[in-house]
C-alpha cells in the first residue's frame, strides 16, 4: 500500500478537464486566435515556459513525493518527449528544457495517468508546495506535514481568486526542530506545532524570498489552530492580493509588502480580514476527521522487524571502506528502528548538479519498488531520496546504485552544490552557472572530506533560482560589460537559523572563481573551531577574514 | 572583433516548437543563423517590421532586433547569450 | 453584455458622467469619485443605481455602502490584475451584496469561470469575438472545484470525507 495521496474520481475529472482545456487553448493559439501575451499567462499555469532554445516544462512533484509509477512517467517524458533526461529544481519540481509546444497536451495527457501535472508551477499564483524530504521518517518531527501540505494544495489548486496574484506565491512547510524545508526564503510558510495544551496549530510567518531583496520571513502569528489554518492563510492571501505592489515587476512580492507596510500593519489587516470572515471561516474549517482521512492516505508502509540487520550492516562496513564512507555521507537516521533514509546523490562532479537520465530515473523506480516501498522523494538541494530502506537492504542497493552512476559519496559536502540552469538555458540568466559548478565540484571533490560539511550555492542572475544568498559559500553569476563575473557571498544559511550571506569582495572572472572559493575555504578551515559548520566560524569570525581571503594582490 | 562592421538581424523563438529562428526576409524563417537577413544599423527598424508583418499566428514569437558581425562565412552575435542561442548549451548533459 | 448563463443581451445600464444631472428614471451607473463627494445625492432619485468601482479603493470605503447599489461594476484593467477577485469575494461575502456584479475592462474568456466562482453576474466583452469564440461554453467547461467559493459553499475535502477510509489499510 503506498503511503502518499492517491487520486480519487474527483481529482481525475479535474485533472482531466484541465488537460482538455489546456489542450483547446493551444490549439487556439497554434490557430491564431490567441495572441502570445494572452496565451502566455495560460501556457504559464501549465508550467510552460519559453526558453533560451525551446520551451520548457516544469511538472509539480507534491511536496516532493513520488511514487516509482510517477518516477516512470517522467522517465517517459525526457524519452518520448524530451533529449533523454530531466533536471530536479530547488522546489522540488522536475524540469524539461526541450519541450515543443505542439507536444504538450499530449505530455500533460500522458502525465495526468500517473497523477502529475504542471499546473500552477509557473505564474503569478501558488507554486509547489514543498516541505521536509525526510517527511514522515524523520527522528525529529512532530507529525508528518505531507498531510498539511497536500490540504493547502488542494485548497490552492487553480483558486478562483488567488490565480492574478501581483507576483508568484510559494509556500513551504516544516514540522520538525531542524527545519529541512526552508521555510524562511518562502513567501508564506509554516512551522507546525503544538501548544501547551497539546493541541496541533501552526506558527504562520510571511514575507521571506530571495532574488533582488533578500528577506527572511517574519511570524504574522505564532499559533493559528490547525482548524483556521486554511481560513487564516486565505486572509494573508486576500490582503496580499489587494494591497501587493502591481505597477513595478521587482517590488511585487509580499515580501515587499510586509516590508513597506511593516509586520504590524500587515498582522493588522490580516487580523481584521480574519475576524470577519464569518461564514466563509466556516466555511474553510478543517475539522479533526477531515485532517484524520488525509492523514490515513499518507500512513507510513508496513516496517519489518529490521532490528537484527544492524549486524550485517556493521560486517559490510567493516568489509568495504568505499561502501562505508557512502553509509557515513548519504543516510540520514529513521524513526523507525532497523531502517534508513537514503540519499541519492545527482551530483557527480563534473555533471549538471540535479540532471537525470531517463535510464537513471528507471532504474531508480526500480530500486524504490525493491528497497523502499515504492516510494521516492525529491529534496531542495536538487537530489533524491529512498524513505524506506531497512538496513540489511543497503549494501545491495548501493552496489544497483553504483551500476547506475548514482552512489557518489557527497551529500551535504562541498562537491554537493545547488545550481541553477543558468545562461546555458535560462532566458533570465545574466551568466552561465552550471561550468562553474562543474568546474568547482571535480576540484573540492579531492579535499571535501577534509573539508567536511560545506553548502555551496550558485545562481546565473539576480533571481536567486539557486539560492546563493542562503549558501554557506554563494555565487551569483552576473554580466559586467558584456562579460560574465561572480560575486561570492559567504556565511548564509537556510536551516532554522537563516542568515543571508555577505558580500566577500567584488565581482571575479569564470576562471577565478574555483580560487578564490579555495581561498576562502581555507581561511575556513584555519580559523575554525572543533566541530564548528562553516555558518558557525562566520557567525563568530564575522566577514572580515574573508574578505581578506577573497583579495588578491594584483 | 575589431574592426569588423556590425549588422542588424532579427531573432526570435518559432512557436510551434520554440527553437530558435532567425528572419531570412519574406516570410521565411530558419534556424542557421548563417542564413539570416543581415541589414545596415539604420535599416533595422524596417527589418524589424517586415519581421513582425503577417496574419496571425506568427510563425515566430517576439522578434527581436540583435546584432552581430560577419567572420568569413560565420555569423557571430554580439553577446554571449545570442550565441549561446545560435549555437545551444556550452555544457553536455545526459542522454538516453 | 455576457451573462453568467452564456446569453448575451444589450447593455441596461448606462453611465453617468461626473458632471451630469443625476438621470431619474434610468439605469445609470456612477463612478466612484462621484459616489465619494456626493453621497446623499442619490437617495430621493428613482431608478435603478450603480456604481463604478476601481480596483484599488480599499474595502473600507466600498463596503458599508454597497447594499443600497442595484449593480456594482469591477474593473480589471489588465486580466492579469486579479485585485476585483478579492473585491467580489468581499462584496458577495463580508458585505452581502445581493444585486448584479459586473466584471469590466479586460474580461478574457479563460478567466469567465474564475469570475463566476468569485461572485460575478455579468461581463463586458466584445460580444463579435465572444460569439466567434464560443465564449458561453467556458462557464459550462467544469463543475469540479477543491475551493469553497462564492458559488459553492463545502469544500470538496469534506464531501469526499464520506467516501474515504478513517484508518490505514
Known amino acids: 500500500m503506498l503511503a502518499l495521496y492517491r487520486y480519487d474520481e474527483f481529482d481525475r475529472k479535474f485533472l482531466e478537464g484541465r488537460v482538455a482545456q489546456y489542450r483547446d487553448q493551444v490549439r487556439r493559439r497554434l490557430a491564431g486566435q490567441l495572441s502570445e501575451d494572452e496565451f502566455r499567462s495560460l501556457r504559464l499555469m501549465n508550467g510552460l515556459y519559453l526558453q533560451l532554445h525551446a520551451y520548457m516544462l516544469r511538472i509539480s512533484i507534491p511536496y516532493g513525493t513520488l511514487s516509482s509509477a510517477k518516477l516512470r512517467g517522467l522517465a517517459e517524458v525526457a524519452r518520448r518527449w524530451d533529449q533523454g533526461y530531466g533536471h530536479f529544481t530547488t522546489r522540488q519540481n522536475i524540469q524539461f528544457n526541450w519541450i515543443r509546444l505542439e507536444d504538450t497536451p499530449d505530455i500533460l495527457a500522458h502525465l495526468a495517468t500517473v497523477e502529475l501535472h504542471g499546473i500552477q508551477t509557473s505564474g503569478n499564483s501558488f507554486r509547489n508546495i514543498t516541505t521536509d524530504p525526510f517527511a514522515g521518517v524523520a527522528s525529529d518531527e512532530i507529525e508528518d506535514p505531507r498531510p498539511y501540505c497536500e490540504i493547502v494544495r488542494q485548497w490552492a489548486a487553480l483558486h478562483p481568486e488567488f490565480s492574478f496574484l501581483p507576483r508568484k506565491f510559494k509556500i513551504a512547510i516544516s514540522a520538525a526542530g531542524e527545519d529541512r524545508a526552508a521555510v524562511m526564503i518562502h513567501d508564506l510558510g509554516l512551522y507546525l506545532r503544538r501548544n501547551d495544551q497539546g493541541e496541533i496549530g501552526f506558527t504562520v510567518a510571511v514575507g521571506g524570498g530571495l532574488g533582488r531583496t533578500p528577506i527572511l520571513a517574519q511570524t504574522v502569528r505564532d499559533f493559528v489552530p490547525r482548524r483556521d489554518v486554511l481560513a487564516y492563510i486565505t486572509a494573508c492571501l486576500r490582503v496580499y492580493n489587494q494591497y501587493g505592489r502591481r505597477d513595478n515587476l521587482f517590488k511585487s512580492r509580499i515580501k515587499i509588502l510586509v516590508q513597506s507596510l511593516g509586520i504590524e500593519k500587515y498582522r493588522q489587516e490580516v487580523e481584521t480580514e480574519f475576524a470577519a470572515m464569518g461564514d466563509e471561516r466556516e466555511a474553510l474549517a478543517l475539522p479533526d476527521e477531515a485532517v484524520a482521512a488525509m492523514q490515513a492516505q499518507f500512513a507510513p508502509p508496513a516496517y519489518a522487524d529490521a532490528a537484527g540487520d544492524k549486524a550485517a550492516l556493521l560486517a559490510a562496513i567493516a568489509a568495504e571502506p568505499e561502501f562505508a564512507r557512502w553509509v557515513e555521507r548519504n543516510i540520514r537516521p529513521h524513526k523507525q528502528p532497523g531502517y534508513s533514509i537514503v540519499v541519492i546523490s545527482l551530483k557527480p562532479p563534473g555533471r549538471p548538479t540535479g540532471d537525470c537520465s531517463a535510464t537513471q530515473m528507471n532504474a531508480i523506480a526500480d530500486l524504490a519498488d525493491a528497497v523502499s516501498a515504492g516510494e521516492i522523494r525529491v529534496t531542495h538541494d536538487q537530489n533524491l531520496v529512498l524513505p524506506y530502506v531497512r538496513q540489511g537492504a543497503l549494501y545491495d542497493l548501493w552496489l544497483r546504485l553504483g551500476a547506475a552512476g548514482l552512489a557518489t559519496p557527497n551529500i551535504g559536502l562541498a562537491s554537493d552544490i545547488i545550481c541553477c540552469p543558468g545562461l546555458d538555458y535560462c532566458s533570465l540568466a545574466a551568466a552561465r552557472s552550471i561550468p562553474i559548478a562543474q568546474a568547482l565540484a571535480m576540484h573540492l571533490a579531492k579535499r571535501e572530506a577534509e573539508i567536511g560539511p560545506l553548502q555551496i550555492k550558485i545562481s546565473g542572475c539576480i533571481n536567486a533560482c539557486g539560492h546563493h544568498h542562503v549558501g554557506h559559500i554563494g555565487i551569483l553569476g552576473l554580466e559586467k560589460n558584456g562579460a560574465e563575473s561572480y560575486q561570492i557571498t559567504v556565511g548564509g544559511s537556510d536551516n532554522a537559523q537563516a542568515a543571508l550571506g555577505g558580500i566577500v569582495g567584488p565581482a571575479v572572472a569564470a576562471h577565478e572563481v574555483t580560487a578564490t572559493v579555495d581561498r576562502l575555504i581555507d581561511a575556513y578551515l584555519r580559523l575554525r573551531h572543533e566541530g564548528e559548520q562553516f555558518p558557525d566560524t562566520y557567525r563568530r569570525v564575522g566577514l572580515a577574514p574573508f574578505k581578506e581571503a577573497h583579495f588578491v594582490a594584483r | 572583433m575589431l574592426g569588423h562592421p556590425v549588422f542588424k538581424l532579427v531573432t526570435g523563438n518559432r512557436l510551434r516548437d520554440g527553437k530558435v529562428v532567425y528572419f531570412a526576409g519574406g516570410s521565411t524563417w530558419t534556424p542557421t543563423i548563417a542564413e539570416a537577413r543581415l541589414v545596415e544599423d539604420g535599416d533595422g527598424a524596417a527589418l524589424l517590421a517586415e519581421a513582425q508583418a503577417g496574419p496571425p499566428p506568427h510563425p515566430a514569437i517576439a522578434p527581436t532586433l540583435i546584432e552581430a558581425t560577419r567572420d568569413g562565412n560565420r555569423v557571430v552575435p554580439m553577446t554571449l547569450r545570442e550565441r549561446i542561442r545560435a549555437c545551444g548549451p556550452t555544457i553536455s548533459h545526459y542522454g538516453g | ?169
Open chain 3, 1 to 169: 453584455m455576457l451573462d453568467r448563463d452564456g446569453s448575451f443581451r444589450p447593455d441596461a445600464w448606462r453611465h453617468l458622467a461626473d458632471d451630469e444631472a443625476p438621470a431619474a428614471g434610468e439605469a445609470v451607473t456612477v463612478s466612484f469619485k462621484r459616489w465619494q463627494a456626493e453621497p446623499e445625492r442619490w437617495s430621493d432619485r428613482t431608478g435603478p443605481l450603480g456604481l463604478r468601482l476601481p480596483n484599488d479603493v480599499p474595502p473600507a470605503a466600498f463596503g458599508p455602502a454597497a447594499t443600497r447599489f442595484a449593480l456594482i461594476a469591477l474593473n480589471f484593467p489588465r486580466f492579469i490584475d486579479g485585485r476585483a477577485y478579492s473585491q467580489a469575494r468581499l462584496l458577495r461575502g463580508r458585505f452581502g451584496f445581493k444585486g448584479e456584479l459586473r466584471a469590466a475592462g479586460n474580461v478574457l474568456r479563460d478567466q469567465l469561470l474564475f469570475m463566476v466562482r468569485c461572485g460575478f453576474d455579468s461581463f463586458e466583452v466584445d460580444a463579435d469575438r465572444a460569439r466567434a469564440e464560443d465564449w458561453p461554453q467556458a462557464f459550462r467547461e467544469f463543475e469540479q472545484f477543491y475551493q469553497p467559493a462564492a458559488d459553492r459553499g463545502e469544500p470538496i475535502l469534506r464531501q469526499r470525507l464520506r467516501s474515504w477510509p478513517t484508518a490505514a489499510e
